[in-house]
Nanobody, 124 residues
Framework: QVQLVESGGGLVQAGGSLRLSCAAS????????MGWFRQAPGKEREFVAT????????DYADSVKGRFTISRDNAKNMVSMQMNNLKPEDTAVYYC?????????????????WGQGTQVTVSS
């Protein structure tokens, strides 16, 4: 019954920026941690960023620390991720996900709802 819809992906040159957004259904959005994951062709899905239900705690993959910023607006049932200084290695399909609990987590198995994904392509 929970639906997550990502938007904001696209093609950008290395060094450029994109802002991804995820719109979530449900009145209990504010009770759950949210996360962003990505999957490149031929690669396993990997953790990118997570934010606690309150928005007071965040965590990032080492590869994106200092470049990506996750945020949420619980009043609007939305989570976003600002991506700056993009690199070709960031090219992937990016997925928004909702966790089982309010606590941030980097583990895909701790998330039970996933969006359809949005493509991010970074050219060199």
């Amino acid at each position: 019954q929970v639906q997550l819809v990502e938007s904001g992906g696209g093609l950008v040159q290395a060094g450029g920026s994109l802002r991804l957004s995820c719109a979530a259904s449900g009145r209990t959005f504010s009770s759950y941690a949210m996360g962003w994951f990505r999957q490149a062709p031929g690669k396993e899905r990997e953790f990118v960023a997570t934010i606690s239900a309150s928005g007071r705690n965040t965590d990032y993959a080492d590869s994106v620390k200092g470049r990506f910023t996750i945020s949420r607006d619980n009043a609007k049932n939305m989570v976003s991720m600002q991506m700056n200084n993009l690199k070709p290695e960031d090219t992937a399909v990016y997925y928004c996900a909702r966790a089982y609990s309010a606590l941030l987590t980097t583990r895909p198995g701790d998330y039970n709802y996933w969006g359809q994904g949005t493509q991010v392509t970074v050219s060199s």
